[in-house]
């Protein structure tokens, strides 16, 4: 069962340029994380955002979460060519409710 | 420091062979995971241990099996019922099913 979806699939923009990739989700939930996974390597947690949050930051980052339309967004500002990555978003509810449930992922490819 | 480790890092199976990966974990969790991701198809939930000796199916447990006898451990059989095993292989834990999940490096399974 997949409950996030990501948008757009896959992103390329040169250095300097800010990233904005999206998520969609079904059921109500308690929280979305953000993960990021480099090549060939495991998911590094990203952010956190609770359903009673609207927006958080972190560093270049910044997540909102709109929980009436089941979306949330994260923006990577001023990006590097060392954000390349895929970024997957991450919800707490699967049908148990008992382990995250994570997207297909957007594929962030940054040029110098 | 604290972490999470699988290995092999790579690992070749024969038609018919049952493998196992192996997965440790020092941070104290009583929650550990594995997922399997393929190409586009993002993390799918093989298996999830929220407390030592018990473990639930995921869901695409099929052709799987785990067991959880101690804290710091959660390895993952491959069996030969398993018909399309080939994919890459991702471990994670977490204080709780809700928290923030690490995850270990991967464990890339080729059938050859």
């Known amino acids: 069962s997949q409950q996030g979806e990501e948008d757009p699939q896959a992103l390329s923009i040169q250095e300097g340029e800010n990233a904005t990739m999206n998520c969609s989700y079904k059921t109500s939930i308690n929280n979305l994380q953000w993960y990021r996974q480099n090549s060939g390597r495991g998911l590094v947690h990203l952010i956190l955002?609770?359903?009673?949050?609207r927006e958080k930051h972190s560093g270049r980052l910044r997540v909102t979460l709109d929980t009436s339309k089941k979306s949330s967004s994260l923006l990577i500002t001023a990006s590097r060519a060392a954000d390349t990555a895929s970024y997957f978003c991450?919800?707490?509810?699967?049908?148990?409710?008992?382990?995250?449930?994570f997207g297909k992922g957007t594929t962030l490819s940054v040029s110098s | 420091d604290g972490g999470i480790t699988q290995s092999p890092k790579y690992l070749f199976r024969k038609e018919g062979q049952n493998v196992t990966l192996s997965c440790e974990q020092n941070l104290n969790h009583d929650a550990m995971y594995w997922y399997r991701q393929d190409p586009g198809q993002g993390l799918r939930l093989i298996y999830y241990s929220q407390i030592v000796n018990d473990f639930q199916k995921g869901d695409i447990a099929e052709g799987y099996s785990v067991s959880r006898e101690k804290k710091e451990s959660f390895p993952l059989t491959v069996t030969s019922a398993q018909k399309n095993p080939t994919a890459f292989y991702l471990c994670a834990s977490s204080s709780g099913p809700r928290g923030v999940y690490t995850f270990g490096s991967g464990t890339r399974l080729t059938v050859v």
């Open positions: 991450a919800t707490d509810f699967n049908q148990a409710g008992t382990a995250l449930i």
């Open positions: 955002i609770r359903s009673n949050e």
